[in-house]
């Protein structure tokens, strides 16, 4: 059984700043590729960054040059720092992780960007 725990969510002013953590617990083997995704009210799931073991990283157009995704294996975490945050920010955040062949994901963080 493996759990995805993300954190660090919240309430922040445009042009502000939030560190949301993603923490993997469980029979964890090992650790492929995680992903940050997010979804915004009415919207489809969109991919916002991601992360291969070899810490290869890609991101959305959308969040390139102030979103950056990080990770710590030997503490089973993922980062996601954003900054100059903006209200199209606004969703819930979801951590993917996968260990394969399954994939896991966490139940999400609401980050809320106000105007």
């Known amino acids: 059984q493996v759990q995805l725990v993300e954190s660090g969510g919240g309430l922040v002013q445009a042009g502000g700043s939030l560190r949301l953590s993603c923490v993997a617990s469980?029979?964890?083997?090992?650790?492929?590729?995680m992903t940050w995704y997010r979804q915004a009210p009415g919207k489809e799931r969109e991919l916002v960054a991601d992360?291969?073991?070899?810490?290869?990283?890609k991101y959305a157009d959308s969040v390139r040059d102030r979103f950056t995704i990080s990770r710590i294996d030997t503490k089973n975490t993922m980062y996601l720092q954003m900054n100059n945050l903006r209200p199209e920010d606004t969703a819930v955040y979801y951590c993917?992780?996968?260990?394969?062949?399954?994939?896991?994901w966490g139940q999400g963080t609401q980050v809320t960007v106000s105007s």
């Open positions: 993917k992780m996968i260990s394969w062949p399954s994939a896991y």
């Open positions: 469980g029979n964890i083997h090992s650790i492929g590729t």
């Open positions: 992360i291969t073991s070899g810490g290869n990283t």
